[in-house]
């Protein structure tokens, strides 16, 4: 997209055209105006007089050189070079808050547990865990934090978590993260496993004694063995 403005500088501007007419001062704006948006200047007499709304004296022609002021010229290179700095700031300030908040996963390590999961169905040991770092904020005073193998075992641990094989879905969630090309963290690992747990199925169980067959009223096991009253 072509920039729609140029920088205008008053006292430059005042000093380059006052050796000029009011009349050929207004066709010098009509014609940096049309170079701009179009590159440079018609060489044809009729159309310069069109474009300027009046006919175009040689001291206008001269501050345009093969069809194109220069100061002009160097404005629209200043604006271009000033939008990629812009635009690679970003980029760059991007790619640094991508980083901070998420470590490339290990590929050889995650490609041995995809594998795994590939050529066999049964659960797999328990996995190394990656050397996945929580972000912390450089400002507030710093504290320990769990190791990656204590992480686990709280997860494993973690009443919510109870009935899910913790690292059968960790080798899951890594192999997923090399199969689609991403960064595993300990929050999509948090996400990963509320979603088992989500899909987890869900325990029945009595709140009231449950009627034998023979009719009677089953009060619960004695010695291992159900006794009811008939």
């Not at 009509?30 to 175009?56: E, H, M």
């Not at 450089?138 to 094989?165: C, F, R, Y």
């Not at 325990?203 to 009627?211: G, R």
Request: proline share 8%; glycine share 6%; aromatic share 8%.
């Amino acid at each position: 997209m072509k920039p729609p403005a140029f920088q205008f500088y008053p006292d430059d501007f005042i000093g380059g055209t006052c050796d000029l007419s009011a009349k050929e001062v207004g066709a010098y704006i009509r014609l940096l105006c049309f170079q701009w948006s179009k590159g440079k200047i018609p060489s044809d007499q009729n159309k310069l007089s069109r474009i300027a709304g009046t006919n175009v004296t040689p001291e206008v022609l001269a501050k345009f050189a093969d069809g194109m002021n220069q100061r002009l010229e160097f404005e629209r290179i200043k604006q271009s070079e000033h939008r990629e700095a812009k635009k690679k700031a970003g980029e760059n300030g991007a790619k640094k808050r991508w980083q901070n908040h998420s470590t490339p996963i290990d590929l050889p390590l995650a490609n041995g547990m995809a594998n795994t999961i590939a050529n066999d169905s049964s659960p797999s040991p328990s996995p190394s865990p990656l050397p996945i770092k929580s972000s912390t904020n450089s400002k507030k005073k710093a504290k320990v934090e769990m190791s990656d193998e204590e992480w686990m075992a709280s997860l494993k641990t973690d009443p919510n978590n109870q009935g899910i094989n913790v690292d059968m879905e960790y080798s899951k969630a890594c192999a997923w993260c090399v199969k689609n090309h991403k960064a595993p963290s300990r929050r999509f690992f948090l996400n990963w496993l509320g979603k088992a747990v989500a899909d987890k199925p869900i325990a029945i169980v009595a709140k009231q004694p449950m009627p034998s067959v023979t009719g009677g009223i089953q009060l619960g096991p004695v010695n291992g063995r159900w006794v009811s009253v008939c």
